[in-house]
């Protein structure tokens, strides 16, 4: 599938694609030279994230947004051994930028991009809170895994690496998970530049405004270093 979408005043084409094994979008503004990847949460799709692609791609980048495996159209199950190949296929592409929210945030980590932007990323798969409260938040009816859970936390030990030095963007809600809490307290240590938003949760944040802005900021403030 291609179709043209507008995106302040340039031409954006949307396309259908394989990438590291899994079904994608690529969003390619005009006179784009550079690319990003935008990866969803545990629970998620691709289609959940176009708009963090549409955020790149107003950023200049070709963008491409993939289904992580156990998700939406990707045809294998989410397992440790699943993840591990779709990142290293990810690494392989080469891509300049990584946005990633909640587990594809922590794919994104260990991609080595030279720009990168994280959004509620959980620091372990330890998950406090009701059953139903859990159920709604990280959705796991909605992914292909042995069990519920059983492919996250598979995912974590598969994608443990060492933490990213800056700089590194991290967004999360106010009332993000305890996990994701953590996870931004160690970032805010470690020297990344670290925002609560207070107009979403863990899931929607990937659609509120000011989540939307400032990944844009971000990715043209990382191309501007790069090119001075």
Known sequence: MTA????????????????????AYVLEPEGSQKSAVVLHGYGGTKEEVLGLGLAAAAAGYAVC??????HGAHPEMLTGGSIRK???????????AAIGHSLGG?????????????????????????????????????????????????????LAAPWPEPPVLLLHAVHDLPVCLTAAARGKETGWEVRALRGSGHVDI?????????????LKKGTQKRAG
Not at 6 to 21: D, M, W
Not at 65 to 70: H, S
């Open 4 to 23: 043209g979408i507008a995106q302040e005043g340039t031409s954006i084409v949307l396309k259908r694609a394989v990438v590291s094994g899994a079904p």
């Open 65 to 70: 947004v993939p289904d992580l495996p156990g």
């Open 86 to 96: 779709f990142a290293a296929g990810l690494r392989s592409a080469g891509f300049a």
């Open 106 to 158: 922590l794919v994104a980590m260990v991609l080595g991009t030279a720009v990168l932007c994280l959004l509620s990323v959980p620091l372990e798969a330890r998950f406090t809170g009701g059953k139903s409260e859990l159920l709604r938040v990280l959705r796991a009816r909605r992914v292909r895994e042995k069990k519920p859970y059983a492919g996250l936390e598979e995912a974590f030990v598969a």
């Open 206 to 218: 990937v659609n509120d405004q000011e989540a939307l802005t400032a990944v844009t900021s971000w």
